[in-house]
């Protein structure tokens, strides 16, 4: 950020009065900018024994499977963001959604919120997508998989399937984890 977004001054990047991190800051009007990480909300879609995931037509990553997911809009709940996405990118109905992975990636000030639910009639690519498919557990692309949280949402499926048991998993990403998956940049 280089000028302030209330009166068009330069900013600068200080840690402001009774703060703890840097902020960028405006002398000319006093505006504290902050920044917060941005939310990533998708479904994880069942239909019996299978996974739906899309294709993605977009970078990042395009070419590679994903769950529908996408960064959440103002004026939405979590909740209506995952089914949003889960229509716009596989023009696909989930239903019976509960909160099933929260996974923190704070390198690149992410978090990815995925909702378990019952795929309902139809689906198809949506403009997103260059295609959508369903998989069972060993049909599923692994080394073809988008991001490292949508492996782990899936890992984390397949397991609770077994065990019998869905509970919600909290977990993080970070940056050695992401080189892992990614390569350095």
């Known amino acids: 950020m280089n000028y302030c977004s209330h009166c068009g001054h330069a900013v600068r990047f200080a840690i402001p009065d009774g703060d703890d991190r840097?902020?960028?800051?405006?002398?000319?009007?006093?505006?504290?900018h902050y920044q917060n990480p941005r939310i990533v909300?998708?479904?994880?879609?069942?239909?019996?024994?299978?996974?739906?995931?899309?294709?993605?037509?977009?970078?990042?990553?395009?070419?590679?499977?994903?769950?529908?997911a996408g960064f959440m809009e103002n004026g939405e709940t979590v909740e209506q963001a995952a089914l949003r996405e889960t229509r716009e990118e596989a023009c696909a109905t989930v239903d019976a959604v509960s909160l099933y992975t929260l996974i923190s990636l704070p390198h690149i000030n992410q978090v990815y919120m995925i909702f378990r639910g019952a795929l309902e009639g139809d689906f198809?690519?949506?403009?997103?997508?260059l295609e959508v498919e369903l998989f069972e557990e060993t049909q599923i692309p692994w080394d073809e998989l988008a991001f490292p949280t949508i492996e782990r949402t899936l890992r984390h499926f397949f397991d609770d399937r077994r065990a019998g048991d869905y509970g919600l998993h909290l977990s993080h990403i970070g940056e050695e984890e992401r080189e892992r998956y990614f390569g350095s940049a």
Do not use: H
């Open 124 to 129: 198809a690519a949506g403009p997103e997508s």
């Open 41 to 68: 909300a998708g479904t994880l879609p069942v239909c019996g024994d299978r996974i739906l995931l899309c294709r993605r037509a977009i970078a990042p990553r395009k070419g590679f499977w994903t769950l529908p």
């Open 22 to 32: 840097p902020r960028f800051l405006c002398d000319a009007c006093g505006t504290i």
